[in-house]
């Protein structure tokens, strides 16, 4: 068959990965939501806070467990679809995928289970002990994930060996340019995200007339958290832009759909990129803008796409729109968590039914902001597979393209029940709210199964 | 010293793949006995029996799996899409029968379509098992380090052979593991069942242990030749040895010899396999010194892997021993 199996294993990678790093995203951000709500318990005695890291810590398994079905799927994926990438760089990524994956591990074999199944088992300040593990714990994975992510970005530590990657220096391929800039802005990320989680369904609560004072709590500590996280992200957000333009210039011309290099560039507000032509159609356009972003100067110049051929230009409509949402969504979320506190300091916050009714909506817009912003950074590499040393196109397997269709397919069949029961299971339990229930079931030990603590209570 | 570390892997590795075979090797056994229990009640209790396991269990199975990426990248590089349909069928096999787990007690009328997809992904997970071992002993066609075979170069009457063996195996297990958890009617099912089961996996063993020296004239030059077979004679003879102990004992209706006679059967294969085959990683082309991670690799991950090791198998067994004892009708973890 003559399917081309390039855009095929890059379609079932993306439609894999996308639907992974919801659940990540929400696991970091929600565990150490849930470490705080503990240590607060822990201080104030407030029974509240208990209950609302019980509910809480329900919905954390069940994404948690999620996260870690579609995980493993990637894990064999890199091998099925991406064989001569595991050949090339596999002695480099290899590791640090290992690691991330024994830290996940170490996870659920200790602190996971103390963090799911002993709240009446262990001493109180033992079991915020183990959120607080399991919160670094997912950081920790986090870390290990993004160090492989950011190499294939930005290399440097290693040496080409008859072809092949090898490492010389771990320090600098885990530290590699783009790593600090990529694990503060994908953390701050997943807590900013989960932030509006929080928000949502205290809003939704609040609206109901239901569970008032555990969501007068989310409310403020989403508001709170996210009016101040989200202008900080901002901030790192540009740090990571000027990051990404002093090493892949290319992704971030792409980004503001900068053709010709040799003048400033305009922060582009809409345009429809026409990638054939070179140019921007329906233009609205701020003149000098991007330059004064990038670099600080009105007249500042920074590469075009036309300064590579366009065999080795990124899809630029894609991150350009991609790049929009992202940023599009980072700025509402900035002026609505102001405008909350706002209302907060007003002390209006609990009865601005107009604000809240659509606020308990946006729970989603976190998620959507990093699936768009992982799709600007992961195409805004190509066509590099790892930048500038090993293209896509390289390491795909040899496998025929109605192969990878046929196993696309199924993963999508699959995916569309599995997750589509999840996120159905999810919203029955928020729906259900926290309430802590009679202990009837036999619970004994620490059983290794983060869904069935959902299922208590 | 450097010489030794791809064989440290290897063990590291080997290690996993039979922790993992043994241990979700029953879980799938429940599943695939599962559509003949007769009733709705003596699923559940099946079910039940192996529900604060197979998560951890399926653990060995990632280990197994990013521990050949990370040793041997380049036998990564050319077993996955050797076995391109087989792994994936496996692994959404593995999603569905995991999922079914939980959503089977959530769902009301749906609660059939979840047996369905219990079953189903462990026969599924379980058959695609056995066809990836058998393609191990059939040998992988390589070019240089890629794979060089077709898409369905698994697809031959020995790895579907294979295939079978494993899902006979696997029944074993899971009936040998409820004959020891269970009391009532689904113990004595299980005892009927594993009768079964025996004569289907003591049949599959014959017939390997036949078919794969004639049809691959190295493994019989491994096993046929002096002074090898001086070696290896006891192989088969602990094996009948093990079979008639695991006969007599699930006749005798014991309730844990059966089980960890099945799981010496499983050990005994797995050498046999290992014999044929050792120090080959991708039969009958690449060993583990060819298909290694460069040391630096190696010793960087093997730090971790050696910190995390004592850690799982210690939780491993401590899971094992605060859910120990029999699970009576109606009882559960839910």
């Known amino acids: 068959m003559d399917i081309d199996p390039l855009l095929l294993a890059r379609i ?316 599009g969504i980072g700025l509402f979320m900035i002026a609505s968590s102001i405008f909350g506190a706002f209302l907060w300091w007003r002390r209006k916050l609990f009865d601005t039914r107009w604000y809240l009714w659509p606020m308990q909506y946006t729970w989603s817009f976190g998620f959507i902001a990093v699936i768009a912003g992982w799709m600007v950074t992961e195409q805004g590499r190509q066509p590099w597979l790892v930048q500038g040393i090993f293209r896509t196109a390289e390491g795909i397997s040899p496998v025929a393209g109605g192969m990878v269709l046929s196993t696309l397919l199924l993963y999508v069949a699959v995916y569309a029940i599995v997750f589509s029961m999840g996120i159905y299971y999810i919203n029955r339990l928020i729906a259900k709210g926290p309430i802590v229930g009679e202990d009837g079931a036999i619970k004994k030990g620490v059983p290794n199964r983060p869904m069935s603590a959902a299922s208590e209570g | 010293m450097e010489s030794y570390l791809p064989l440290i892997w290897a063990l590291v590795i080997g290690f996993a793949v039979a922790m993992y075979v043994v241990l979700d090797g029953f879980d799938l056994g429940i599943g695939i006995l599962f559509p003949f229990a007769k009733q709705e009640a003596e699923r559940d209790q099946m079910m039940n029996t192996v529900a604060p396991f197979w998560d951890g269990n399926e653990t060995w199975l990632v280990l197994g799996g990013v521990g050949l990426l990370v040793a041997f990248p380049v036998a990564y590089a050319i077993l996955m899409p050797a076995f391109y349909l087989p792994v994936t069928l496996m692994l959404l096999g593995l999603v569905l029968r995991g999922v079914s787990f939980e959503f089977r007690w959530i769902a009301k009328t749906s609660k059939y379509l979840w047996n369905i997809a219990f079953a189903g992904g462990s026969m599924v997970a379980g058959f695609m098992q056995g066809i990836i071992v058998g393609g191990m002993v059939s040998g992988v066609k390589v070019q240089g380090t890629q794979y060089a075979g077709g898409s369905f170069d698994w697809f031959t009457p020995f790895n579907l052979m294979c295939g079978f063996a494993m899902i006979a195996g696997y029944t074993l297990l899971g009936a040998t593991w409820l004959m020891m958890k269970t009391e009532g009617e689904v113990a004595k099912h299980a005892r009927k069942q594993a009768m079964i089961a025996l004569y289907a996996v003591l049949f599959f063993m014959a017939v390997v242990s036949l078919w794969t020296p004639l049809e691959h004239a190295r493994i019989a030059e491994r096993w046929f030749t002096l002074p090898n077979f001086l070696f290896f004679w006891p192989v088969p003879l602990v094996t009948a040895v093990l079979s008639f102990l695991c006969w007599h004992w699930i006749r005798k209706g014991n309730d844990t010899m059966p089980f960890l006679c099945a799981i010496a059967l499983f050990f005994m294969g797995y050498s046999g396999l290992v014999i044929s085959n050792f120090p080959y990683l991708v039969p009958p082309t690449l060993d583990v010194w060819q298909t290694a991670a460069v040391p630096a690799s190696q010793i960087f991950s093997l730090m971790g892997m050696l910190f995390m090791f004592p850690i799982l198998v210690g939780y491993t067994i401590l899971n094992y021993w605060v859910f120990r004892g029999k699970l009576k009708e109606g009882e559960g973890y839910h």
């Open chain 1, 12 to 327: 079932q990678f993306a439609f894999t990965i996308t639907f992974h790093i919801i659940f990540p995203t929400f696991t970091i951000g929600l565990s150490a939501y849930i470490a705080t709500l503990e240590v607060m318990w822990l201080y104030t005695g407030k029974e509240h806070l208990h209950r609302l890291a019980r509910f809480w810590t329900k919905i954390f398994a069940v994404s948690f467990a999620m996260g870690v079905v579609s995980g493993i799927v990637l894990s064999y994926q890199f091998g099925t679809n991406w064989s001569r990438f595991s050949e090339f760089a596999g002695n480099v990524v290899g590791p640090l995928m290992g690691y991330e994956v024994l830290t996940a591990f170490f996870l659920e074999a200790t602190f996971l289970g103390i963090m799911l199944f002993g709240w009446d088992r262990v001493p109180k300040p033992l079991h915020v002990f183990a959120c607080i593990a399991v919160a670094v714990g997912t950081l920790s994975s986090a870390f290990w994930i993004l160090a492989a992510n950011s190499w294939m970005h930005t290399p440097q530590g290693h040496a080409i060996q008859n072809g092949i990657a090898v490492p010389v220096d771990w320090l600098a391929i885990i530290f590699n340019p783009s790593f600090p800039y990529r694990l503060a802005h994908m953390t701050t990320a997943a807590y900013l995200t989960t932030s509006f989680v929080v928000l949502a369904v205290g809003a939704r609560y609040l609206i109901a007339g239901k569970f008032t004072e555990e969501a007068k709590t989310m409310l403020r500590m989403g508001v709170g958290f996210a009016a101040i996280v989200a202008p900080l992200q901002l901030f790192i957000g540009d740090q990571h832009g000027l990051n990404t333009l002093k090493h892949q210039p290319i992704k971030v011309a792409a980004m503001e759909a900068h053709w010709d290099g040799s003048k400033p560039g305009a922060l582009v507000l809409f345009a429809w990129p026409d990638e054939k032509n070179e140019k921007n159609l329906f233009e609205i356009a701020i003149p000098y803008g991007a330059s004064l972003v990038l670099t600080h100067s009105a007249t500042g110049l920074f590469p075009g796409l036309k300064s590579v051929p366009p065999s080795d230009r990124p899809p630029v409509k894609n991150i350009f729109f991609s790049f929009r949402i992202m940023v």
